[in-house]
């Protein structure tokens, strides 16, 4: 009160002072100034803490006795309570938990060795597990580990390899790369993935922490995973979902400043839904998933992150969401600003739309320079072949869910529903996620050349007047991570033969090529040790499986007692979709019995994969082959291993001897389990589509043409079926079966080192990482750093260039066109073309607009593809008119069709 009344009265010249004053005390008074003491305060309190919490642990702690008395009764059965009993490592043994809790050891053979070695049976049952088998090991276990030197002396070495691989950090003026998948598959204990796309990405991540990448993934975090498949009596497959207990996971909750949980929102239908963040780090590389199963939610809205691929359509919007517009936002939170996007798939496409919303409220710019910035720094990456394989959503779902989206982005509800459809006139097409995304990105990908292909056709609708060989889309094939899926034999191998230095150098082919240096009698031992691990691993999986399932114990002996790790073994794994025509192999039964069961040169086959819950036809496929197994001519040689996982497929693409596949053409995108057979020295069978049509080599593996024969499929089926069967009993069998003096196959083992030397380097993730950073991330990098400078001005720039040109393009008037009159004289072959276009440009300048003629050859009736086209150049201006012309010399014969195609 004093205060006050001496305020008031102050006179005029004391106000000012105190004003003053204030001021600069208020110009001090900000987070930048006291930014530094937090830093150094929070630092000595965190150090406080530490030193705390170990005088803590060193204390036995006296935990008081509770006293009660039980219930009269006389109940017998007994009266369960809870204790907690946490497990504490010995000291000496720390590193075992810092190494748990990084999957760096997922590639490191040492580090898997280090944790097997602990307790080898925990460590299966604990589905190698290393974070669930220290908390299950017994202190006296422990104790046993602390006084034996030599693991000492493993673990200590494999720590120090850690340390000195995390100790190597990005260069410093690396742009950060922000990559955004659905799902990951990075070990089978953490279970957030489903096949293809997870592995993909997960193998991208490991070799971003290899290649020393500055990259951050970004995922959703699912509680029960992909579905667990078993398999009913007579074949059917059950769908089993597993809760993923995460406390036995690699992850840790993702602190904010002030060390609470990094928790998100997202605005949904008369609701607002939380997610909270965690962290799993592989090797150099942080991955950040999103998990909305919190008590802060709704029962539904907790399943968002449950499952993955499960539920229908609208559950899959609102995971879509999360992934995009939530992982911006969690982003955002934890302080993360990368420079560049890659949406893997077009599920992650929210975050153009979420990085638009955030640019127009943080800034005085509109709609259309938002998207310029944010396409400029977006890759796309589709793995789709196929418009139906793309997620969509009608538009009434989006109008329940994200009505207000529009209103945020400062644009018409019909332009923003337009971003996500082919055609924008079309108001009943569906909202294409991958169309979306192909809208807001700068550069797109498909993962093969065939499937980038593939996708130009795909989204040809969108560039009306182009063939879609000009549309701007490219292709990296797909490649597969060596430390993952090499077996630890062969790796061994490797670098004793190729130097050390060949880890670093995959995709050089120089070093490949030093196998064929490798005795046969070397390749051919290590083939058999894989070989009988496989066949040790899946007698003993099979004799649990089909006990489970009931079969008939005579069935399960003479099953196990005819698979025989001698006889010519074919693999066939991979999700259990129809195009991939598992069935193909079982039309003509009759003649497979006769191939199998040849007494001389036998064959098995061995069959892995699960079915979307949904596909039908996929899990009936499944049961067929249950059927066939069953039946005595293809007993022990037609085997089902349920439960196709990460584990399974080490085992597969390391032990079998042939890895066949058989999509439809032209549907399989890219492929990649035969990338880590080839690794292991396993040989492929394949249609020449995805990968194999660029990595089959004569004498490296076999091929089915790449051309169809039939429209009819049924009857394309049936040749591919016998082509199958020939050339097992032509080539294949014969090949394998044909020894030499010392036992041999020495043919069989020319191809393996054929395929070794010649197509393995081409599909490593090294090489394909090495390609992402050369097509796209390299140019992204420079333009979104351009079209953001001087303010924004090339945004602008752009943006109202392209306003212009949309708004007056109608105005355009050709008046006059010029061109050779072949109806009276054919061109001679090397005479000159000549070409003239008068246009009036109306409000437009002649730059504004590209002339050129195009040339192209009918087929069928069709012109497919342009033969060549040249640009007419600005030959003169006036009186409001421009002048276009070209001339050159026509250096192809024939009947060409030709026109000229005027853009802006």
Not at 125 to 142: C, G, H, I, Q, S
Not at 395 to 418: K, M, S, V
Not at 784 to 790: H, W
Request: include cysteine; proline fraction near 3%; charge should be neutral.
């Amino acid at each position: 009160r004093a205060s006050l009344h001496g305020f008031l009265g102050m006179d005029k010249k004391a106000y000012q002072s105190a004003c003053d004053e204030a001021r600069n005390i208020s110009m001090n008074a900000l987070w930048e100034s006291f930014v530094e003491n937090y830093r150094t305060a929070w630092s000595i309190a965190l150090e406080k803490v530490g030193l705390r919490s170990e005088l803590f642990r060193s204390k036995q702690q006296q935990f008081k006795l509770r006293e009660y008395i039980p219930a009269a009764g006389s109940d017998s059965n007994p009266k369960w309570k809870k204790v907690n009993v946490k497990a504490e490592i010995p000291a000496k043994l720390k590193g075992l938990f810092e190494l748990s809790r990084n999957l760096w050891w997922t590639w490191n053979c040492d580090a898997e060795a280090v944790f097997r070695s602990l307790d080898p049976e925990l460590w299966e049952e604990t589905d190698n597990n290393p974070v669930a088998l220290l908390e299950m090991l017994t202190l006296e276990r422990y104790k046993e580990l602390e006084q034996d030197k030599t693991f000492l002396a493993s673990l200590k070495v494999v720590v120090k390899k850690f340390h000195d691989y995390m100790a190597v950090k990005p260069e410093e003026d690396a742009p950060l790369i922000s990559y955004f998948s659905m799902e990951y598959g990075l070990h089978e204990s953490v279970k957030i993935y489903s096949g293809g796309l997870g592995i993909l990405a997960g193998d991208y991540m490991k070799q971003a922490s290899d290649s020393n990448m500055n990259m951050i993934g970004v995922g959703l975090m699912y509680r029960y995973g992909y579905f667990h498949q078993q398999l009913a009596p007579h074949g059917e497959q059950i769908s089993q979902y597993h809760r993923q207990r995460f406390s036995y996971l690699p992850i840790k909750k993702v602190l904010d400043e002030n060390g609470d949980w990094v928790k998100i929102s997202l605005a949904l239908p008369g609701r607002t839904v939380y997610a909270k963040a965690w962290r799993l780090d592989i090797g150099r590389i942080p991955l950040y998933l999103l998990d909305t199963d919190i008590r802060d939610n709704q029962e539904r809205d907790r399943a968002i992150t449950h499952q993955l691929y499960g539920g229908d359509n609208e559950h899959r919007l609102k995971q879509e969401l999360l992934l995009g517009v939530g992982g911006i936002r969690m982003l955002e939170d934890i302080g993360i600003k990368p420079e560049i996007y890659h949406c893997n798939e077009g599920h992650a496409a929210f975050i153009g739309v979420e990085r638009i919303r955030k640019l127009i409220q943080g800034r005085i710019i509109n709609f259309s320079m938002a998207r310029e910035i944010v396409r400029s720094s977006t890759l796309f990456t589709t793995h789709t072949p196929v418009p139906a394989g793309h997620d969509s959503f009608s538009e009434d779902l989006l109008r329940t869910y994200i009505p207000h989206y529009a209103g945020r982005l400062n644009i018409a509800w019909e332009e923003f529903i337009g971003l996500g459809r082919m055609n924008t006139q079309d108001l009943h097409e569906n909202f294409s996620m991958s169309v979306l995304a192909l809208n807001l990105s700068q550069e797109v990908n498909g993962v093969s050349k065939i499937h980038g292909e593939e996708s130009r056709k795909m989204f040809a609708g969108k560039f009306p007047g182009y063939f879609p060989s000009e549309v701007n889309i490219g292709h990296v094939t797909n490649g597969v991570h060596y430390g993952t899926w090499a077996s630890r034999l062969w790796r061994n191998l490797f670098r004793q033969t190729f130097g050390e230095e060949f880890y670093d150098n995959q995709s050089d082919q120089s070093y490949w090529e030093m196998i064929r240096e490798v005795p046969d009698h070397v390749i051919w031992g290590i083939r058999r040790e894989l070989k009988k691990e496989l066949f040790d691993f899946l007698k003993g999986r099979l004799t649990a499986e089909m006990t489970r399932r009931q079969e008939a114990p005579q069935h399960i002996v003479s099953t196990l007692e005819r698979m025989d790790d001698n006889v010519l073994t074919i693999g066939f794994a991979r999700r259990f979709a129809t195009y991939k025509r598992a069935q193909l192999l079982f039309m003509n039964e009759e003649k497979l019995a006769a191939i199998i069961n040849n007494p001389e040169r036998p064959v098995q086959f061995l069959f892995a994969g699960k079915a979307h819950p949904n596909d039908k036809a996929g899990q009936d496929l499944i049961s067929h082959i249950i059927d066939i197994s069953r039946k005595p001519e293809f007993r022990g040689r037609i085997v089902f291993i349920e439960n196709y996982d990460m584990h399974v497929a080490r085992k597969l693409v390391q032990g079998v001897d042939v890895w066949l596949n058989t999509p439809t053409r032209p549907l399989e995108a890219s492929g990649t389990s035969g990338m880590k057979a080839v690794m292991n020295g396993v040989l492929n069978f394949s249609v020449l589509d995805g990968w194999w049509a660029e990595g089959y080599k004569p004498e490296a593996g076999w091929a089915m043409t790449e051309k169809r024969t039939y429209k009819n499929q049924q009857f394309q089926d049936e040749l591919d079926a016998e082509t199958i069967y020939n050339i097992f009993e032509d080539d294949i069998v014969p090949t394998f079966y044909t020894l030499d003096k010392d036992g041999i196959p020495a043919r069989w083992v020319k191809y393996i080192k054929n395929s070794t030397a010649n197509i393995c380097h081409e599909f490593t993730m090294k090489r394909m990482l090495d390609e992402y950073r050369e097509k796209f991330y390299s140019k992204l990098a420079i333009r979104a750093i351009e079209i953001k400078a001087d303010n924004c001005s090339m945004a602008k720039s752009i943006a109202d260039w392209k306003s212009k040109v949309s708004q007056h393009w109608g105005e355009v008037e050709v008046k006059s066109v010029k061109v050779p009159d072949s109806t009276k004289r054919a061109l001679r072959f090397g005479e000159s073309f000549k070409a003239e276009v008068k246009l009036d440009c109306g409000l437009l300048s002649a730059k504004d607009i590209g002339m050129e003629v195009i040339f192209a050859l009918k087929e069928d009736g069709f012109k497919d593809d342009v033969l060549f086209s040249k640009a007419l150049e600005l030959s003169g201006e006036a009186k409001g008119t421009a002048t276009f012309s070209c001339e050159f010399a026509i250096e192809h014969a024939g009947l060409l069709d030709y026109a000229i195609r005027m853009f802006p």
